[in-house]
Every structure is written in C-alpha cells, then in structure tokens.
C-alpha cells in the first residue's frame, strides 16, 4: 500500500508539473565489474545494499519503447550501489542516456532467490533526446528504474541482475492494475450489502 499511494502522488506531481516530457522506456543489463553484480551479505534476501557491476543499456524492440527507440547500446555507469536504506543512494550521469538521481527506494517483492527493487527519482534527458527528440528535453522529471537481482540457487549461488527505466514512472512491482482494484473494491461492497441484508431479515 504504501508503494502504491507513493507512485500515485508521484505521478500526480510529475502530470502537474511537466512541461516537455520524455516518454518511453529502456532496459539495462548488468555486464559485471569488479564490485558487482554482489550485496552486503553475499543472500540478495537477506541484503540491504545491492551493487551493480556495469549497467548497459540494451538495443532492440524488446528492451526500448517510446523516445529511447533505437538508442545504441552502450554502458552508462559502473560500480553502482543502491542502498535500500539511503533515499538518494542510487545516482549517475551519462552524457547520451542522461542523469538519474534516486529520491526513494523500495524492495517491491522479496521471494527465495528473486528480489525487486522500485528506485524513484528525478531523470534529465541526454544527447540522444535533445538530437533525435528535442521537443522532449527536460531536466529534473520524475522517472523511476525497477531492477530484478536473482541468485540461484536462492541464498547462497551466483547473481544476476538487470533493470528497466520508465519515464513517466512505472507501477510498482505487485501493484494490482487499477481494474484489479476496483473488482475488489465492488466485491468489498457487495458482501457488505449482503451482509446487511442479512442482518434485516434477522
């Protein structure tokens, strides 16, 4: 729940406040170096600082959507930590992706071997918008980067890791869809008409 209400002021806050906005979304592998992809205890369940080795940016359908189409592959950072107990842990700068600077960080989900983390922050857009997007230059939006790490086998084997860039942000992972929501909602309602119901008849 508390993900949840976050993203939606976030999101309300980035609507009321943008001018130009970048819209689209860009995958990252994790490519490896000499701190990462690792954690503080060596179990990505039982970590709290999560260490990125070299984030990539991946090329293809698959891995970009909307203003990041077609930007090449390239490694924007190195040597990344993102401490789930530190707000504005998670930050770098690439001339062509651009800058991120985390202002929250969440662990979404956490199951034996599979860990998500929801990374908000505020994003500038780089060469790559200002030459092939320049209506969408914008600096300070509200963006967010969801990464995955898993270990296999779960607490004690190797580890893997990769993210995905959302602008404007993503749901956070384990978020029901609004729909979902509002099913539940109307079932919430139901019994308790029924409920009712069944008290005036006694």
């Known amino acids: 729940m508390r993900n ?4 939606l002021a976030t999101v309300a806050l980035a609507i009321g406040t943008a001018s130009a906005a970048v819209v689209g979304s860009q995958g990252f592998s994790d490519n490896g170096s000499l701190f990462g992809p690792a ?3 060596g179990d990505i369940n039982t970590a709290s600082k999560f260490f990125v080795g070299s984030l990539s940016s991946n090329f293809g359908f ?13 490694t924007v950072a190195n040597d990344l930590t993102i401490d789930t107990t530190i707000p504005g842990s998670f930050s770098f700068s690439d001339a062509v992706f651009g800058d991120f600077s985390s202002t929250s ?11 998500a983390i929801y990374i908000l922050g505020t994003y500038s857009s780089g060469t790559w918008i200002s030459a092939n997007h320049p209506a969408d230059i914008t600096a300070g939006e509200i963006a967010s980067f969801t990464f995955t790490f898993n ?3 779960a607490h004690t084997g190797a580890l893997s890791d990769s993210a995905t860039f959302s602008d404007p942000p993503a749901t956070p992972p384990g978020t029901p869809e609004p729909a979902t929501m509002g099913l539940f ?12 119901k069944k008290l005036a008849k006694k």
């Open 151 to 153: 270990q296999n086998p």
């Open 39 to 41: 954690t503080d205890t």
């Open 62 to 74: 698959g891995s970009q959507t909307g203003d990041f189409l077609f930007m090449p592959s390239h």
């Open 185 to 196: 909602g109307s079932a919430f309602v139901g019994l308790g008409l029924l409920g009712r």
């Open 4 to 7: 949840i209400t976050l993203f």
């Open 105 to 115: 960080i969440s662990i979404a989900s956490n199951v034996p071997g599979a860990v």
